[in-house]
């Protein structure tokens, strides 16, 4: 296969990546640990006091490290 046509990928290709991304997320449970680590954030530091960057500050590398 010619490599420019190895690097093409369909879009109905990425849609069915990200329903399968999004279905694996919610079936191992990381969209509610992720949900409870903002929950977190926000009860230590008072909800004034959190914007959405410093969520995904914080989040980010709890969301990466999580199983």
């Given amino acids: 296969m010619p490599e420019n046509k190895k690097n ?3 879009s109905n ?3 069915r990546l990200k329903e399968l991304l999004r ?3 919610l079936e191992s ?3 509610e640990e992720m949900k409870a680590v ?3 954030i926000i009860r230590e ?3 004034e006091n959190v914007t959405i960057d ?4 914080e989040m ?3 969301g990466r490290a999580s199983n």
């Fill in 13 to 15: 290709d990425i849609e």
């Fill in 29 to 31: 449970g990381w969209k």
């Fill in 54 to 57: 410093t969520l995904v500050r």
């Fill in 38 to 40: 903002c929950r977190d």
């Fill in 60 to 62: 980010t590398p709890k």
């Fill in 8 to 10: 093409i990928i369909d």
């Fill in 23 to 25: 279905t694996r997320l």
């Fill in 45 to 47: 530091k008072g909800v």
